[in-house]
């Protein structure tokens, strides 16, 4: 009977370790070094789906924020010839990556070749492994829309006045915008509801120097400030942080904020309760919503373990990783391969971003963007304080792209 | 004989040899090539570049950014400087004095100089926040009903709560700077001013402040050259805004150059910042140095 039950043991064990072997990848090791915008709370789920794939390598993962300290760090470790294995792209640098020729060729991986990353994504960021989207919106609480007799979601830019003005009149604060981030604020998809709705090349005509920022950015800036004149955005909103933002809602101290799908959970954690929904921002005809494919992780075209870094890109576009990814950032994935379920939240404003009514300036500024981004957040500031015009705002964009273009 | 006397020297100058090397290569080759860059149009991404001769010291002064950084830098150390001077001396006569919990008022008075200013302003920015469930507007609101005041949020508002947090900070390390001077003072001066019928405020006036003057010629120039290349606190806390209200100039040479990939532009600026921080410490050195003198 001894023998029987030390046989079955042994069996057991043995079975045990070979599925753990079929699981995990033992031919790789080493130390792969990671740069991300990603802290490392947040990339938890990620980092360890890799680690469990690949026992025998070490990773060494260092955050830098987003986005100006990200752009910053990278391109000082890049030109000094010191940038980790793996780093991500982003808008804001895809075209000095690219330029620099820092990425990895990657065309001729087999996730680049069969569909699994779409062609759009690839035009937007080539040689990188971008996989998810987040989404942005008017991020509003239903229990005080309730509360105030709104029933329904504006659809235009008077209806949406008249909804900011039926929550002050009771009593509420209607609106936080962020207004340290250029991809999540009202100007962005004002202007693509406003100007994009309808000239989608108004951009690369400005670029080709056939129109002016000025010509399409001086109505969103318009409206933001119609904002701060009804009173319905107060501008001392431009000392408070994007995570201010976020408490300021989640604690329910006002009703409708801007922000994105990365900050679901950190709502969950404040507030597990809270009844809110993500909406579009309506424009006098059209509704536009934040939103983009997010960054992507890249290979040093010098990276120290060239190996390990592509098995890092492989995890992250298999369907584990993507999970994990998925888990870790929130949003919707582009990627063929695994279909997440969608928070209740945001499934309208995922339909609305899929469908392409989205605005991220960042996304069609391809030369340039720093300083453009950071031109555009300077005017937001100054529109909102009064420190100039809307139109005065939107020439500035002229003026700075001038400005670099010439240098 | 002159030879045995330059070989003895040597032996001196060889230990100085490991701080020239790395003042070389810290300082000195880095100096070199900021301002050989300035002449360029070096973007940071590619490995060559075009000389560009005075194009970029041209669009320095043409840049109205540039020129509201300059002058917050000036106005940020200008009030530093004065602020910190005219707490930090009365304050070390005060905890120079036999109290019995001396120690603990210097380390408390110390304390948050320890702490790095970006922290500082980290925290700092949670007391100041403009929304009425920040620390010091909840307070201000419970106490006396007054709303919610932007300390972060306006450009002068926002200008005066940086230098007010400035000086919080470092107001202690100077004072201990001005304590270690006092100490050195020789009591007698007091005692033969008293005898004569000096007043307490006649012997600050007329023993301590002239005899504090090697106290202060340090306090001013290490205040001036800290001041004049700020960019932790005021970024930590406003992050330049509101637009480029409260830019200093190191931010501005940061984000020109490594965020917009201007490097002949920044670098241009750098150096002209350079030369005038120069001028403005020789000046102030030269001329607080005769007062000790005089003193």
Known sequence: ?407 | MKKGRILRQMQYEVFLLPAILAFTAFTVIPLLKTLVYSFTDFDGVLHTYNFVGLRNYFAVFRDDVMKQALFNTLFYTFFVVLLINVISVPLAVCLDKNQRVKTLERAIFFFPSVVSALLLGYIWSYILSPLKTGALNSILGSLFGIKPIGFTSGGWIAKFSIIAVAVWANTGWHTMVNIAYLQAIDPTYYEAAAIDGATRFDQFRFITIPLLAPALTVNTLLLLTNGLKVYDLPYALTKGGPGYSNYTVTQIIIQRGISERQYGVSTALAAIFILLVMIIAVIQYTTMSKREVDA
């Open chain 1, 1 to 407: 009977m001894k023998k029987i039950l030390a046989l079955l043991l042994a069996m057991t064990v043995l079975l045990t370790v070979s599925a753990g072997a079929l699981a995990a990848d033992s031919s790789l090791s080493g130390t792969l070094s990671i740069l991300s915008w990603y802290n490392e709370t947040l990339s938890a789920p990620v980092i360890e789906g890799f680690k469990a794939k690949y026992p025998n390598v070490t990773v060494d993962y260092t955050y830098a924020p987003p986005v100006a300290d990200y752009v910053e760090k990278l391109s000082t470790l890049l030109y000094t010839g010191t940038a980790p294995d793996v780093f991500y792209m982003a808008l804001e640098n895809r075209e000095a990556l690219t330029v620099g020729g820092y990425c990895m060729d990657l065309s001729g991986e087999s996730y680049m070749q069969d569909g699994t990353i779409p062609d759009a994504v690839k035009s937007m960021y080539p040689n990188c492994a971008a996989v998810d989207c987040w989404v942005g919106g008017l991020f509003y609480n239903k229990d005080i829309f309730a509360a105030c007799g709104i029933t329904e979601e504006p659809k235009t830019w008077d209806e949406f006045l008249t909804v900011c003005q039926t929550l002050q009149d009771n009593g509420y604060v209607p609106l936080l915008d962020n207004c340290q981030d250029a991809a999540v604020n009202f100007v962005a998809p004002l202007f693509g509801a406003e100007t994009l709705s309808k000239d989608p090349d108004f951009t690369a005509k400005v670029f080709a120097g056939e129109a002016k920022f000025v010509d399409g950015w001086t109505k969103p800036y318009e409206m933001l400030k119609e904002l701060v004149d009804k009173g319905y955005l107060n501008a001392d909103m431009v000392g408070i942080s994007g995570d201010d933002v976020v408490v300021q809602f989640a604690t329910e101290q006002v009703a409708m904020i801007i922000s994105g799908s990365w900050n679901c959970g950190t709502i969950d954690q404040i507030n597990p309760e809270l009844n809110y929904e993500v909406m579009g921002i309506p424009g006098t005809e059209h509704v536009y919503y934040c939103g983009c494919i997010n960054v992507g992780p890249c290979v040093n075209a010098n990276a120290k373990n060239p190996e390990v870094a592509k098995a890092f890109i492989e995890y992250c576009v298999s369907p584990e990783g993507l999970e994990a990814q998925y888990g870790a950032y929130g949003g919707f994935t582009v990627a063929k391969g695994f279909t997440p379920e969608l928070r209740k939240e945001v499934v309208d404003a995922v339909a609305a971003v899929q469908a392409g009514e989205f605005h991220i300036p960042m996304s069609e500024w391809i030369s340039y963007t720093e300083s453009l981004r950071l031109t555009f957040l300077a005017g937001i500031q100054d529109v909102l304080v009064g420190a100039c015009t809307p139109q005065e705002a939107a020439a500035r964009l002229d003026a700075k792209l001038a400005e670099v273009s010439a240098q």
